[in-house]
């Protein structure tokens, strides 16, 4: 499922940073920093797919050569504690081809070009190969200073402001948001991404009635795991999938995340079912189908998902027919041979009637005929008894008839037994 994440980090002088360092690692290259004397090369570094920089129209010829660039930011900067520089990391939907990643990135670094007039710098990172291999990602380094002509001049400020930044990040995470969206759907994926806070969603769930999402929604956000323990799961992953079994945390921080993604899935699940359900009963209905022939198929159609199928509007009737089991043309209506059936039925309840009132009775010296108004009376009955009473019921007189002739002969054979041994 598609997930939404936008960090905003500064890099800091006090924290013993610096762009250099942070441009060179997040890049995968060499850069040396002429204001630290000291060379950052991670030319080593696995994983980079793509980077590029974006600079203002009127930006001097030097701000594309990246080693140049950011010893600039360093120079502008004179104060030990300025920060000179800030990363948007951005997570990338795995949804969508490494293209259209590329594009949409592209897009938001230059959103932030045109609204702050700042230099900005992309390297898309594949997943960890030992990570989930869903995590593609981008790295957005941007300096905190307009870049002009004459090179780096003003500070951003409205980024860093109380009263104008928090706004300014919620919009550009609104953007992010909607880029990832437009992409998805040209790629024809259902899901969708929402940059807004868990409580805010589930408002809004519950203003369009949506009580199962608003329901979904109700919950903490997800606990941060941190690099350690990240690292130990990743590993404790790897290991559990090499040996064949079934992935134990080993962190306590660990077990709270997986425990709610593993209820997060499960409920996904839920939410999918029951929709494919509304959708199929719908269908049903409409194509004349009764409530309980309806009700039937969408309860087929929620057992046995197939989202492969789901994803395909256009073939959605042949997807319900072959959850129904049937073709589109065939309905659940009684059929002649049902009719005929029944008419069988009641056909071999008369000739056992027929066939007992013709049996001869027991205990005379001679058999007597039952007279044909009799048997006619006699299997009316019979058949009035059968019609107005349940199959149940019918089953339990049955077992008694049976049990009753059984001892009758028994007793039958045992009076015959005695009569014999008198004689």
């Not at 087929?300 to 027919?321: H, Q, V, Y």
Request: net charge neutral.
């Amino acid at each position: 499922m598609a997930s939404y994440h936008l960090s905003v980090k500064t890099i800091k002088r006090s924290a013993g940073r610096s762009a250099t360092a942070a441009a060179a690692y997040r890049v995968g290259e060499r850069i040396e920093c002429h204001r630290e004397g000291r060379i950052h090369d991670y030319t080593r570094k696995q994983g980079i797919e793509e980077t590029f920089i974006l600079t203002p129209k009127d930006a001097p010829d030097w701000a594309t050569d990246r080693s140049r660039l950011w010893n600039e930011v360093e120079a502008s900067e004179t104060r030990r504690n300025s920060v000179t520089a800030r990363e948007w990391e951005l997570a990338l939907p795995s949804e969508i081809s490494a293209e259209a990643r590329s594009q949409i990135t592209r897009d938001f670094a230059q959103e932030l070009v045109s609204r702050y007039g700042v230099a900005v710098d992309v390297a898309i990172h594949a997943p960890h190969r030992e990570g989930d291999q869903r995590n593609h990602h981008a790295h957005v380094l941007t300096s905190t200073r307009k870049l002009e002509a004459e090179g780096f001049t003003t500070k951003t400020r409205v980024l860093d402001a109380a009263k104008t930044g928090g706004i300014e990040i919620e919009q550009m995470r609104g953007l992010w948001a909607e880029l990832q969206n437009r992409a998805l759907e040209r790629a024809a994926e259902v899901e969708r991404v929402d940059h807004r806070s868990l409580e805010k969603q589930r408002e809004a769930a519950l203003e369009r009635g949506d009580d199962l999402a608003a329901e979904e929604l109700d919950r903490d956000p997800e606990l941060k795991l941190g690099p350690a323990a990240n690292a130990m799961e990743r590993r404790a992953k790897a290991t559990a999938e090499r040996q064949g079994q079934e992935y134990v945390p080993v962190t306590e921080r660990g077990a709270v995340v997986y425990a709610a993604r593993q209820a997060r899935a499960a409920f996904r699940e839920m939410r999918e079912r029951l929709e494919l359900a509304r959708e199929t009963y719908g269908a049903e209905r409409d194509a004349g189908q009764g409530r309980v022939s309806a009700g039937l198929a969408a309860l087929r159609a929620a057992t046995t998902k197939d989202r492969g199928d789901a994803r395909n509007p256009e073939d959605i009737r042949e997807r319900l027919a072959r959850v129904v089991g049937r073709s589109r043309d065939q309905d659940d209506t009684p059929k002649p041979e049902g009719r005929a059936s029944a008419r069988e039925r009641l056909k071999e309840i008369m000739e056992t009637e027929t066939s007992r009132a013709m049996e001869p009775r027991q205990g005379g010296e001679r058999s007597e005929m039952v007279s044909q108004k009799d048997q006619r009376s006699s299997v009316n009955a019979r058949l009035k008894d059968v019609l107005n009473k349940p199959r149940e019921k019918l089953e339990i007189e049955g077992e008694r008839k049976q049990e009753r002739e059984g001892k009758e002969a028994e007793n039958t054979r045992d009076r015959d037994r005695s009569k014999g041994h008198s004689l």
